[in-house]
């Protein structure tokens, strides 16, 4: 329910509200209505949140949107909604400003599939039509859109890959161990609404420019390459995040962001820390035009840190503790 400042109930009052689909704020130059403290939103806004296979037509008095296998037909003469082949009833009545059909906007988008929530102390209608919702607490508890997660993008690295093993023992090679906790790493983050991109999904090779080139172009607001490390001391264990050291310390920047990712690797892992350590010369830190880390998991070449990396609760516990990390950093 959200507020209305109408005498009659039954009057359509202008409504104050954001709208926000899919993380993306969505305006409306006729503004919004709300009859009965239900919002109503012009049907080309329902363009803007469901994309171009949505269609609609209305003529005189009636509604029809379609989309995908659903189709609508409303009345502005009455509140009976053709849902498919069901006679129901809508919350409001479909009505006209400037020129405009406003139709009731939850009852239309949770017709169309979407999920649609309302907060009432940010006054905001969300909508979600991919099934993403964790955003709708965030924006809930108060936060900017741009604080908003799905508006991020992450950019995974497993390092190696293809011709290039990176550290090998025994059978296990660091190329193969680096993309696994990548892939776990890429599915929480996008299950919180992260946009992530992977420089190799797969075993090939990806030269060391190009994956600073990736991130770059797509302008991402985080790197992280991940790695294992290797040492002629077999007794070494234990994490370490590298970094770009960067003159501007006044602004979240790689070595900012190594701590987070250094601090919750130790706490998670309960590993010996060997802290955070700059390194001018690595291509995909100091190509990367944002923070980026390069995390080293733990030693292949200690004997018992190996039979544990090569382990799904390592895998998962290493994946966690760089999800926690990069979903604090995305805060800054
Ligand atoms: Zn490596």
Redesign the pocket.
Same mark, same amino acid.
């Given at each position: 329910m959200l507020p209305v400042s109408g005498q009659n109930a039954n009057d359509y009052v202008e409504a104050d509200i954001n709208l926000i689909a899919d993380g993306q704020s969505i305006t409306a130059e006729e503004g919004f209505l709300s009859q009965n403290n239900v919002i109503l939103v012009p049907l080309h806004t329902l363009g803007s949140i469901f994309g171009p296979s949505l269609e609609w037509e209305f003529d005189g008095w009636k509604i029809s949107i379609r989309y995908e296998d659903k189709k609508l037909v409303m009345y502005t003469a009455n509140p009976n909604c053709l849902n498919g082949d069901k006679l129901l009833t809508l919350p409001a009545r479909p009505t006209f400003r400037n020129g405009a059909a406003m139709v009731p906007l939850r009852y239309t988008a949770e017709a169309l599939g979407a999920t649609v929530f309302l907060s009432q102390e940010t006054r905001s209608v969300m909508v979600s039509t991919t099934g993403e919702t964790q955003w709708f607490s965030e924006i809930s508890r108060g936060k900017t859109l741009k604080n908003v997660h799905i508006n991020k993008t992450v950019v995974i690295d497993p $390092?190696?890959g293809g011709s290039n093993p $990176?550290?090998v023992y025994g059978n296990v090679k660091?190329k193969d161990l680096n993309l696994k906790v990548s892939k776990i790493l890429k599915d929480k983050l996008t299950d919180s609404g992260v946009t992530v991109y992977m420089t190799r999904m797969d075993d090939r090779d990806v030269g060391l420019y190009t994956r600073a080139d990736i991130a770059n172009k797509l302008n991402a607001d985080l790197f992280v390459s991940i @790695? @294992?490390n290797a040492s002629p001391n077999t007794s070494a264990q234990g994490v370490m995040t590298l970094y770009y050291p960067a003159a501007n310390n006044s602004v979240f920047n790689g070595k900012k962001f190594a701590q987070i990712v250094q601090k919750h690797l130790v706490d998670t892992l309960k590993t010996r820390d060997w802290g955070i350590i700059p390194r001018p010369n690595l291509v995909v830190l100091r190509q990367t035009s944002m923070p980026a880390v390069l995390a080293e998991l733990g030693y292949m070449t200690n004997k018992a840190e190996l039979q544990r990396l090569v382990t799904e609760d390592f895998q998962e516990k290493a994946a966690h503790a760089l999800y926690t990390a990069v979903m604090e950093a995305l805060q800054q």
């Open positions: $390092g190696h $990176g550290a660091e @790695h @294992h």
